[in-house]
């Protein structure tokens, strides 16, 4: 029993365990020759997946996976121009609902610049912003117009 104190038990990868050779990577003609004067075992291996190359052609799956832009890209919906106007009548004309384009932003936590592309027209259609700018105006998300007030 008392043997086991003095014994040790090395775990981990450096725990060495004989002369075996490491595998190294020769970089360049002179260090090839070399280890061919030496008489090392040398293995060859052609690497495919070889990270950023910029000498020559992209690899093949680069290619394969290039997309003909020219007749797949689809526009994405865009706000109709009558609901932006909608939304910028209610919120121009007098009454309760008369903001500023940043007011009615910071109401529905959203940049200014979100609301102006929505009233101009220019704005990708999303529904989370215009259901927000409804809420606060009283006006229908699919179309603008004002609500009926009950």
């Known amino acids: 029993m008392s043997d086991d ?3 040790v038990t090395k775990i981990g990868s450096k725990t060495g365990g004989g002369a075996s050779s490491r595998e190294t ?15 090392a075992v040398i293995g060859t291996e052609k690497k495919y997946a070889a990270g950023n ?8 799956g680069q290619r394969l996976t ?9 526009a994405p919906n865009k706000v109709p121009q009558e609901i932006g106007q909608n939304i910028r009548n209610r919120r121009s004309k007098e009454g309760q609902y008369k903001m500023t384009q940043a007011e009615l932003a910071k109401k529905v936590n959203a940049p200014a610049n979100d609301i102006k592309q929505l009233e101009s027209g220019e704005a990708i259609k999303n529904q ?4 927000k700018v409804a809420r606060v105006l009283k006006i229908s998300p699919k179309t603008g117009l004002p609500l009926e007030d009950k």
Not at 25 to 39: C, E, P, S
Request: glycine share 10%.
């Open 5 to 7: 104190w003095d014994t």
């Open 25 to 39: 990577v020769i970089r360049g003609k002179g260090a090839l020759n070399q280890a061919q004067r030496t008489g």
């Open 53 to 60: 190359t910029s000498k020559g052609a992209p690899s093949e």
């Open 66 to 74: 290039k997309v003909d832009r020219s007749d797949d890209i689809i």
């Open 128 to 131: 989370a912003l215009l259901n």
